[in-house]
């Protein structure tokens, strides 16, 4: 079972927007910053967002974070067939550990 | 281009030990905390430890603390992870960050898969 919490699957139609949950506590993401991946098929996972809502370089601005309190949100505009991928928060834990959530499969409908 | 490459992985019995191995080139290696983050199949992303840019500071999940060492040199721009006492459990493919975790882990390797299996 992940420290942090993500629904199992979130579904849209393209162009819709989508958010996926991650739910965690005072011990990791209420005072870390959260980071966000994207897992396309048999390939490693890649950073999306980080410092709960900065983009990398070359990340569209379709994506989005946002953080409040223990919980933090992934944000997809516009969504594309290619954003069909499992989707992973991340953070920080006091017990001085990095935890992941248990990944929410993304399906563009 | 920032790029990592791991090597190492392959099948072992219970109880036996391997060592991964991640190039790293791209990036001033020195400079940066690096980390193991393993996928079993079909699961998300375990870390498993991290280290410092000096390598003084290490920190690891529970479940490898005793079984696994994280290591780097510096000159060779490399990370290392020494495994033991392996188990079945530890099936993962084993990949290779940049970071530690506090804040991101970019980029990441290709992944090499590590079987325990009699």
């Known amino acids: 079972q992940s420290v942090l919490t993500q629904p199992p699957s979130v579904s849209a139609a393209p162009g819709q927007k989508v958010t996926i949950s991650c739910s965690g506590s005072?011990?990791?993401?209420?005072?870390?910053?959260v980071s966000w991946y994207q897992q396309l098929p048999g390939t490693a996972p890649k950073l999306l967002i980080y410092?709960?809502?900065k983009r990398p370089s070359g990340i569209p601005d379709r994506f989005s974070g946002s953080k409040s309190g223990t919980s933090a949100t992934l944000g997809i505009t516009g969504l594309q067939t290619g954003d069909e991928a499992d989707y992973y928060c991340?953070?920080?834990?006091?017990?001085?550990?990095?935890?992941f959530g248990g990944g929410t499969k993304l399906t563009v409908l | 281009e920032v790029q990592l490459v791991e090597s190492g992985g392959g099948l072992v019995q219970p109880g036996g030990s391997l060592r991964l191995s991640c190039a790293a080139s791209?990036?001033?290696?020195?400079?940066?905390?690096m980390s193991w983050v393993r996928q079993a199949p079909g699961k998300g992303p375990e870390w498993v430890a991290n280290?410092?840019?000096?390598?003084?500071?290490?920190y690891y999940v529970d479940s490898v603390k005793g079984r696994f060492t994280i290591s780097r040199d510096n000159a060779k721009n490399s990370l290392y992870l020494q495994m033991n006492s392996l188990r079945a459990e530890d099936t993962a493919v084993y990949y290779c960050?940049?970071?530690?975790?506090?804040?991101?882990?970019?980029?990441w390797g290709q992944g090499t898969l590590v079987t325990v299996s009699s």
């Open positions: 005072s011990s990791n993401i209420g005072n870390n910053y």
């Open positions: 280290i410092e840019q000096h390598g003084s500071e290490k």
């Open positions: 791209g990036f001033t290696f020195s400079s940066n905390w």
């Open positions: 991340g953070t920080w834990d006091n017990s001085l550990s990095a935890v």
């Open positions: 960050a940049r970071g530690s975790g506090s804040s991101w882990f970019d980029p």
């Open positions: 410092e709960n809502n």
